[in-house]
């Protein structure tokens, strides 16, 4: 699979071993690294989205198993894709929390 290009990730989800182990063992065999995603964070995220009524998207990606929050991961890194909205319309990371709401998102301060 190391020599097939496969990723570390899928390599280790695959046969179920730890994705260190497999790192690992393509460095001991002098292979690069594969690079997974061709997409900035903010293509991927559109990816993930669909229009609805109203100039509305809607999350039609991965959601927590739990709570059913969306969540988005991005070489290798999570994400919250209505932080990534949030960014995408003003400009600016958000300060605190994010929710959906009417008529945009909005960033709530932490609660403490």
């Given at each position: 699979?190391?020599?097939?290009?496969?990723?570390n990730?899928?390599i280790?989800?695959?046969?179920r071993?730890?994705?260190?182990?497999?790192?690992?063992?393509?460095?001991?065999?002098?292979?690069?690294?594969?690079?997974?995603q061709p997409?900035?964070?903010?293509?991927?995220?559109?990816?993930?989205?669909?229009?609805?009524?109203?100039?509305?998207?809607?999350?039609?990606?991965?959601?927590?198993?739990?709570?059913?929050?969306?969540?988005?991961?991005y070489?290798?890194?999570?994400?919250?894709?209505?932080?990534?909205?949030f960014?995408?319309?003003?400009g600016?990371q958000?300060?605190?929390?994010?929710m959906?709401?009417a008529?945009?998102?909005?960033?709530?301060?932490?609660?403490?």
């Amino acid at each position: 699979m190391l020599r097939d290009g496969h990723s570390n990730i899928r390599i280790s989800r695959d046969l179920r071993c730890d994705k260190t182990r497999v790192a690992r063992l393509r460095k001991e065999l002098g292979l690069p690294n594969v690079i997974l995603q061709p997409l900035t964070l903010e293509q991927k995220w559109a990816t993930k989205t669909r229009p609805v009524d109203g100039g509305h998207l809607e999350w039609i990606g991965e959601r927590a198993k739990k709570t059913g929050t969306p969540v988005m991961r991005y070489k290798e890194v999570g994400y919250s894709p209505a932080a990534i909205a949030f960014e995408i319309r003003h400009g600016r990371q958000p300060k605190g929390y994010v929710m959906a709401s009417a008529g945009s998102s909005t960033a709530s301060p932490p609660i403490t």
